[in-house]
């Protein structure tokens, strides 16, 4: 499966993004979806997951109650909803799929998007 995330950009601390990740060439529904961040400097972290069927999904503690995951699989595209940014959510977003795992480490994805800069201003 191709992946391809955009919908990032600057923002000021405080406003919103939604992340959009479009899936190409294979089922979109078979696979778990993730979303991972690299801020400059650091290493590439666990953001938040989604399940299949969108019914369960979990964040990285420092997003909890301000980033929002969700699919839409008749349009072969997920999301990440970002309320009330920091500017230390400043990084490159990326969203991956897994074929298997329900897994928080990147290895367990199979699948890459190109990544999409989400810069915030303070």
């Known amino acids: ?50 399940s299949r069927s969108g019914s369960t999904s979990d964040y990285t503690d420092s997003v909890k109650g301000s980033f929002t995951i969700s699919r839409d699989n008749a349009k072969n595209t997920g999301y990440l909803q970002m309320d009330r940014l920091k500017p230390e959510d400043t990084a490159v977003y990326y969203c991956a799929a897994a074929r298997i795992n329900w897994d928080t480490q990147e ?16």
């Open 107 to 122: 290895r367990a994805y199979d699948y890459w998007g190109q990544g999409t800069e989400v810069t915030v201003s303070s």
């Open 1 to 50: 499966v191709q992946l391809q995330a955009y919908g990032g950009g600057l923002v000021q601390a405080g406003g919103s993004l939604r992340l959009s990740c479009v899936a190409s060439g294979r089922t979109f529904s078979s696979y778990v979806m993730g979303w991972f961040r690299q801020a400059p400097g650091k290493e590439r972290e666990f953001v938040a997951r989604i």
